[in-house]
């Protein structure tokens, strides 16, 4: 009897041995591939990230949890997001059913990252949304001018063929005007509806985009800082404190892009920032 329990005491030791590093991966640090932009009520939208273990070493096979939360109800919604374009990194589609300001949070493993409040507005009316009709699209003409050009081309081949006079004056005709039609609409710019514009943040903007930057990307995780603390569920210092740290623009473009770049010996990880979220951190970190 003694030694049944024995062995299913052993058994039971070993089995939690094999599994408790599995759960236990330590800490790692999630960092969002962007801030989402404006987000619709009910309308799905992508929301991918990187997750690395100890904020260092891109980790995939793990099933991290994104969880969001309706600010003054009980409404929430969670998913899980997979692997998906590169080592480390997943991606999830999300859909917000209400308008409000969405509290959220990714769990990839060890404590949950808290990501800055979102803003989800109502679906604005279809019709605003809606494309513009074909035959009032300028850039089509052109190619109805080559259409009917082509046409009368060749109306006037079928003329020859029953040998009627005009007909080669009107194959030239038709010809010529196909070409003009089509070569202008050739020529015709690309409408540019889908073309991002630039926006120009004011400097208060800049720091407060900064400041969401520095909860999305995962700075928080290893560096204390005032303004984003409470957004810390958990934190390792790993990093030097950043509240009452300033330093060059120039010095933070050359850090933030790929710190081992600025010291050989640098532990914080290079974390894929594009320049205008190195731009907005710059602002957000010498905001003092
Ligand atoms: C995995 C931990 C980790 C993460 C995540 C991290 N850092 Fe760091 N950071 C460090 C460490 C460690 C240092 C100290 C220098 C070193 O050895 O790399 C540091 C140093 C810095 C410095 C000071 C550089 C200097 O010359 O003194 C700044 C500024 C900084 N980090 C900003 C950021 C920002 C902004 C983010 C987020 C985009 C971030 N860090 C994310 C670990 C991290």
Redesign the pocket.
Known sequence: MKRTIFVIGLTLLLAMTFTIPVFAGGWA?V?LDELPGEVEAGQPFEIGFMV?Q???TPLSGQSPIIRAYLDGTKQSVSVIAEDEGGVGHYAAILTLPESGTWQWEIEAFGAAQPMPALTVVDASVTVAKSEPVAASNPSTYPLLVGGVGLLGAIGGLLALQRKVRWATAFVMAGILVSGVGFVSAAGQPKVASEAKQPVSLSADEQVSLGRN??IA???T???SHSETNKFREFG?D???N?TN?T?SPE??RI??KD?SA??S?????S?G?SESEIEA?IAF?NDK
């Open positions: 640090v960092t690395r100890h904020g260092v930057l520095f990307k995962g700075c995780l290893c560096h390792v790993m990093g030097p950043l740290f330093a010095y933070l850090w933030l710190p600025a010291k010996t640098a532990k914080m990880p974390l920032l951190l970190i």
